[in-house]
């Protein structure tokens, strides 16, 4: 990877609720816009970004998202 590592974030319109923001846009945290992967149309109406070859993380930071968890123990 080149440069500095950075965060994703996926941008919204409005918070989280029964009638939620809509999405904007995917971009870096100085702005930039990303394509990060490609939308397709599921069978049932709805739509996804799917975002390939991503590292699943252990089910200890699944479970406690907001702890720090060592998911790379030292060999």
Do not use: K
Request: net charge negative.
């Amino acid at each position: 990877m080149n440069g500095s590592v950075q965060a994703i974030n996926i941008v919204f319109d409005g918070p989280p609720a029964p009638e939620g923001g809509r999405f904007v846009e995917v971009e870096t945290d100085d702005g930039h816009s990303i394509s990060i992967g490609q939308w397709l149309q599921r069978s049932d109406g709805n739509w996804a970004l799917r975002i390939g070859n991503v590292p699943i993380p252990s089910p200890d930071v699944i479970s406690r998202p907001n702890e720090a968890v060592d998911d790379d123990p030292e060999p």
